[in-house]
């Protein structure tokens, strides 16, 4: 690639929509205070990176440190999920999602989240798009989680181990 010239490295100049929303930029994604997870079950946690009100998504980091069923639940829209550390699978299917696995999870499917006895820790970042709707074997409604449920549980959290109930703001759109 030729070098830069420097009409190149001219950033843009026009004033950007005041409508705009704020970008988000999360250094240390992977947080190494563990205030900042979210807990969600025992052994199991959240990192939120964005909370998007306006649209009704959320896209963070599930960590997992126990074996066992996390899960079962269904999606109306698409999720998409990347592994970053160890692995896991639905039980409803026979692929194993490992460490640099992307997943895409069409609309209207049911899956049981698993972690195997062999993994110490997982950590997926995933997009979930909508409402993720709880339910058992049978596809009865046992619960839901949407972007609002999300922020109150970060506000609840945030709040309890000292770094205010606004802390979640910043990932907020």
Not at 15 to 33: G, H, L, M, S
Not at 87 to 100: F, K, M, P, S
Not at 109 to 133: K, S
Not at 165 to 172: A, G, K, L
Request: hydrophobic share 35%; charged share 25%; glycine share 6%.
């Amino acid at each position: 690639m030729p070098e830069a010239n420097r009409s190149d490295l001219t950033p843009y100049q026009l004033p950007f929509p005041k409508e705009a929303q704020k970008e988000i930029v999360v250094p240390f994604a992977i947080p190494t205070d563990e205030r900042v997870w979210v807990p969600q079950a025992e052994n199991v946690s959240f990192r939120p990176l964005c909370l998007n009100a306006s649209q009704g998504y959320w896209m963070n980091l599930l960590r997992v440190r126990r074996s066992g069923v996390l899960s079962r639940h269904r999606h109306p829209q698409a999720v998409h999920g990347m592994v970053l550390k160890g692995h896991w699978r639905y039980l409803e299917h026979d692929w194993v999602a490992t460490e640099g696995s992307y997943v895409y999870e069409p609309p209207g499917e049911t899956h049981t989240l698993y972690v195997p006895e062999d993994v110490e820790e997982m950590i997926t970042y995933f997009q979930v798009n909508g409402v993720m709707f709880y339910c058992d074997p049978y596809g009865n409604y046992t619960g839901y989680e949407d972007v609002f449920t999300k922020i109150d549980m970060c506000r609840k959290h945030y709040t309890a181990v000292g770094l205010g109930e606004d802390y979640v703001d910043q990932f907020i759109r």
